[in-house]
């Protein structure tokens, strides 16, 4: 199968051809810096600490069926704790069980995308 013929790397001022979005050199700038707007570290210690682990799986023992899925008529089971109001840094929000509900993947992927938190690139959520 024919590759697509080399482009200009995308930063600007580079003249190397390259067959992705930026040549090798930039792609490493791009990936740091896109990995650096996401969700800041302190959010990311949250999900990764004990007492989250404790809370989740509390939480999917007490409700093993997807929440959206159950108003639909449908049996999936669980797989994601949400926030039912996006915590955006509120710490009381975020360890609240009352703003919690368990989802399958589908659902909460649909939820995150109508929340508009992808696209939504000029929010800065402090923490």
Same mark, same amino acid.
């Given at each position: 199968m024919p590759r697509k013929p080399l482009a200009p790397?995308?930063?600007?001022?580079?003249?190397e051809l390259t067959d992705a979005r930026f040549c090798p050199k930039h792609m490493q700038e791009y990936n740091w810096r896109y990995n650096r707007k996401e969700r800041p570290k302190y959010s990311k210690q949250l999900?990764?600490?004990?007492r989250w682990?404790?809370? *989740?799986k509390k939480v999917l023992l007490a409700h093993p069926l997807c929440v959206e899925c159950e108003r639909q008529g449908r049996i999936t089971p669980a797989t994601?704790?949400?926030?039912?109001?996006?915590?955006?840094?509120n710490l009381n929000l975020f360890w609240d069980e009352n703003n919690l509900q368990a989802l399958c993947k589908?659902?909460?992927d649909s939820k995150t995308t109508k929340e508009g *938190?992808?696209?939504?690139?000029n929010k800065i959520y402090s923490y």
């Open positions: 790397c995308r930063h600007p001022g580079c003249p999900y990764n600490s004990a682990q404790r809370l *989740r994601i704790v949400d926030h039912v109001k996006p915590h955006k840094g589908n659902c909460h *938190r992808w696209g939504d690139k």
